[in-house]
C-alpha cells in the first residue's frame, strides 16, 4: 500500500510562488508515475502535471506551461510542484496521485491513477 502526503499550500497574493511536496511512502516509488491534479469547488479535479519514473519525462497543463515544474527526488520518495506566477484560477486542492503499473487511461485522467494524497489547499488571492 503506498501512502502519499502532500504538504506546502497556503495563501498568496497573485504572481506569487509555493512549492508543493508530496512524501510517498511504501512501495517503489521510483518505479511510478507521479502526477499533480487540482480540484477546484464544484469543479472536477483536473490534470496539472506528471513525471515519468525518471523524471525524464514531464508534462503539463496547458493552463500551468511555463509557470509550474514538477521534479523528483526518488532517493527522498518525494514528487514536488513549483508554482510560480500564481493566478486567482490556480485556487484549489491540488492532489498528489501515483501511477504504480501501466494504465490503459492516458496520464491526464485520475482513472489512470492507484494512489492518491489526501490534498492541499492553495489560495491565490487578486
Known amino acids: 500500500q503506498v501512502h502519499l502526503v502532500e504538504s506546502g499550500g497556503g495563501s498568496v497574493q497573485a504572481g506569487g510562488s509555493l512549492r508543493l511536496s508530496c512524501a510517498a511512502s511504501?512501495?517503489?516509488?521510483?518505479?511510478?508515475?507521479m502526477g499533480w491534479f487540482r480540484q477546484a469547488p464544484g469543479k472536477e479535479r483536473e490534470f496539472v502535471a506528471f513525471?515519468?519514473?525518471?523524471?525524464?519525462?514531464?508534462d503539463y497543463a496547458d493552463s500551468v506551461k511555463g509557470r509550474f515544474t514538477i521534479s523528483r527526488d526518488n532517493a527522498k520518495n518525494t514528487v514536488y510542484l513549483q508554482m510560480n506566477s500564481l493566478k486567482p484560477e490556480d485556487t484549489a486542492v491540488y492532489y498528489c496521485?501515483?501511477?504504480?503499473?501501466?494504465?490503459?487511461?492516458?496520464?491526464?485522467?485520475?482513472?489512470?491513477?492507484?494512489?492518491w494524497g489526501q490534498g492541499t489547499q492553495v489560495t491565490v488571492s487578486s
Open positions: 496521485a501515483a501511477m504504480s503499473r501501466n494504465s490503459r487511461y492516458p496520464y491526464a485522467s485520475p482513472r489512470a491513477y492507484d494512489y
Open positions: 511504501g512501495g517503489t516509488f521510483s518505479s511510478y508515475t
Open positions: 513525471t515519468r519514473w525518471r523524471g525524464s519525462s514531464t
